[in-house]
């Protein structure tokens, strides 16, 4: 019989939990992503990352307006930036890719670095944009 197994993962290049979504923002607002115990994976599980190995958002192409991410007000999510407050801005179309293989990757603490801000940058139009996160738990 086949099983299933997931277990902890320290090493560099490796991670164990992976969420994925399409989600899509209306004009002018942002969403929280909260990284540790409110995303849910493929099967229906609450994810709590303990740290980031990858993060991928793409923005569709037929968006008019920009993704922003990043420059959540109180709980950052944001050891990439130099600061809390500090954003990558998404073109319509474009992708933003972080990558961290060693065993470290990206830390996030609850409550206080969890929160990852995804933002539409402007009025008028909704924004779509697909999210990855792979990493640890």
Known sequence: A???ATTSVSLANQA???FTDTRTLTASTAENLDLAGVLLDAFGATLSFTRVKALVITAAAANTNDVVVGGH????FAPMF???????VVKPGGTFVL???DATGYPVVAT???ML???NSAGGTSVTYTIAIVGTV
Request: aromatic content about 0%; overall charge negative; hydrophobic content about 45%.
């Open 2 to 4: 086949d099983s299933l």
């Open 16 to 18: 164990n939990e992976l």
């Open 73 to 76: 007000a109180t709980a950052a």
């Open 82 to 88: 130099g600061a809390a407050t500090d954003t990558v």
């Open 99 to 101: 990558v961290a293989p």
């Open 112 to 114: 206080t670095a969890d």
């Open 117 to 119: 801000t995804v933002t």
